[in-house]
């Protein structure tokens, strides 16, 4: 079973910076995507970036470059998201997720979902 779970979390300040966590495991294939996305509320789910497990090439949402990194540690199946000069738009629940897409930032391009963390910036 492909296993995901997001950890990382939490109230911060506007400026902020929070580091998210994805534990991964189950997965059988080495070339892959991890994404992650978030909710907003009220609002409709977004990609935020991804990695590749194989080439390493990354993908953010132009609302996020320059601020979040993304990285990953195949020794310990973590996917990290970096997160600097949070804004109160930043705010949702942070999903990470596993998949083979052929579009990067796409939500129906990706397979399986860890259940979120929450990431709330306050003014």
């Known amino acids: 079973d492909v296993q995901l779970q997001a950890s990382g979390g939490g109230l911060v300040q506007a400026g902020g910076s929070l580091r998210l966590s994805c534990a991964a495991s189950?997965?059988?294939?080495?070339?892959?995507?991890i994404g992650w996305f978030r909710q907003a509320p009220g609002k409709e789910r977004e990609g935020v970036s991804c990695?590749?497990?194989?080439?390493?090439?990354?993908f953010y949402v132009s609302s996020v470059k320059g601020r979040f990194t993304i990285s990953s540690d195949n020794a310990k199946d973590t996917v990290y998201l970096q997160m600097n000069s949070l804004k109160p738009e930043d705010t949702a629940v942070y999903y990470c997720?596993?998949?083979?897409?052929?579009?990067?930032?796409?939500?129906?391009?990706?397979?399986?979902w860890g259940s979120g963390t929450l990431v709330t910036v306050s003014s």
């Open positions: 997720t596993v998949g083979w897409p052929t579009i990067p930032l796409i939500e129906s391009e990706y397979d399986y």
């Open positions: 990695i590749s497990s194989k080439y390493g090439s990354t």
């Open positions: 189950g997965f059988t294939s080495d070339d892959y995507a």
